[in-house]
């Protein structure tokens, strides 16, 4: 092990750090009577919660980085200085000594497939957190989910906020490494339209991972062809196109372990999709396309973003968008007066029979809503009787990465559409033509908002990745059997018209267990 | 109890469904209930045709369109379902339940249930596209509706006519609009009308 006990040598972190740290010294048992500050020769005369370091009594370390560069921290707390030389073994960035990195050694591995290290004199690039694309773009040689990170044994190797994980290497098949990972929040990152095979690398201890495929010309369409797991399982095939001669788009859409749709401008995949197919660690190869209205091959370049989360939030955002409502014929349902920003923060109605009966169906999920703001969407007259066909028009408006942007509209046409959205919607990123979910008010002429609000959290939910658990074309009297079964992918919600995901506005807000592990795996919960 | 009588019940609870008396227009059936009131999307031709009571389903979804004491959701619906049954061009019994149900809403009625119920004519005649010049002539007065919403949803229906005969009277209705919500929904009209006469 390349460690040494005392150095007070030099490092590239702040002053004061450098200076607690590059004096730290072992020697005997911690547990004297030195309080910060007091002078040292050794922990033991320190505080049991101290350490000597720099000749005076210092807090523990709780991670590597609180040390300084080429320090390790320990399980006691106590740092020490790495003596890692160029082309020396390393697991981690700890190992070696200040001013150098521990660095992948191209495609060697051990017999477990994990890539071997050494270490090696840090680039003049971008530190740890950085974006990046190559390997070269980073301090410390290792670029991974679109950004810089360090390689790690172990969490208290990391610095704060990062957690230590098994991450695949794309460039190497079949191996991986451990490196800090972001440990709270979406990690999205760009994958350069290099190749309609798209390779999303998913780090142990991943809960969510999604794919944004957009293409800029509109009028294509842009989904994937195929998506295999990590451990081989074909989760999602394109359904064929035209119906007849042995081709069932519906049935080939049903059977997909993954719910995916090409769509026009944009669409997004969400992993898991399914209880039944739990997200895997390692790389999944998903072959992404554009497509022609007609379904054949088009000729725009996908653009990918893929999103990673790997911490357990449970705390929903909503961001209120009101469109014009000024002089609305259901003015009756807001209580008389205009729905503004302003009047639905104040408001009785909206607090307690909207916002109120949200918070009732998302707590059945343990999910609890977070700060939710108000704005007001004055300067778009266009969308303020919106037609479904101008949708992206409205929802590339939802700026906010975090959590759901829903806009009320004065109208939604077709009349009869109470609400509509991206299922899934992109999560974790803003101002996209799906970034959010609209509803209609003018269903306030024949609904109450508490009505309204059931059906805002069934478009919530199918934002963040749920389906109908059932379709009414399940209900087509003389329906072939292998079509009555037209449902989520979900064993454990049936057909009840008492759960949230019921196709109908006549519906409940239950939701059985696999529905709640779906919807509090979501990237868009904070 | 099976979903369609628990679906029954809900509503029934919830007060969005009345028992008609003896001798009223038969209240719609489960399957009618399931295919028009979905959240999020509209029924389409074969799911109307599969659960709507026939053999008249245009019959049928006015007769639901027209009822007091249906949820008025499902009288919405079914309006709007109504162009499904439309032949290329709209007529015969689907452009004449559209016309009849125009017929039957009171000019002097501005209750928010009214103008919604009054869009959705608007917008399935529009749709319809009978080629008829009539329904020009139908529509252009809405454009001087007291509600901004019927003035847009009167230009967007115009639009969708494809008639060159809708032109005038919507640049006429632009130079004295105030609300720039329908005035940008008349300039859309003009310029895919445009196309139209080409």
Redesign the interface.
Known sequence: MSHRTLSPGPTSRPLLIALIISGVALGGCPGGNGNIGDECRSNGECDATLQCGQGVCVPRCARAPECGDGYSCDSKGLCHLATGQPGDVCTSEVDCAPGLSCQLDGTATDAARHLLASCAAQYDARPAGSECVLDADCRNGTCALGHCLDLCDETRDCGSGTACMDIPRVEVVDTTFRGCVQAKGNIVWSIPPATSNVLLPVPSGARFAELVLSVDDLVQKVGAQRLISPSGRLLYTRPCEIQGGGCDPDRDYYANLVRHEAQLGQSVITLPSTPKAPLETGIYRIQVSSFRPNGTAGSAIPHVTAIVRVDAPTVLDLHFHFL?LD???????FGGARLDARAAQAGTLFQNDFVGELQTIFAHAGIALGSIDYVDVLDH??L??L?VADAGSLLALGESPVGINVFFV??L?????????PNPGPAGIGKTRQSGIIVGV??L???SWT?LAR?TA??LA?YMGLHHNVE??T????TPPAQQHWADNIDDSD????NLMY????G?IELSPGQREILTRSGVLR | MNRFGVIFIVALVGGMFVVPAQGEVPQPSELEIQTLTPIDSLPTKEELVTNVTGPDQVGRLEELALNPTVDFGIQLRAIRAIPHFCGTPCSGSARTALLNLLSRISPTDHSGQTILRLRAVIEALGIARSGDPADVDLLVPYLDNASRDIRAAAARGLRDMCQSTAIVPLRARYQHEQVDQVRLAISAALRDLDQCSQ
Do not use: K, M, W
């Open positions: 014009d002089a609305h014929p259901c003015e009756a349902g007259p266009d303020d009787g037609d004065r109208t046409s077709p009349v009869g559409l109470q609400a509509f959205g003018d269903t002429c024949y609904r009505q059906l069934h478009e199918r009414l074309g209900y087509l009297a003389g057909e009840s018209s008492n196709f109908s506005e006549i409940g």
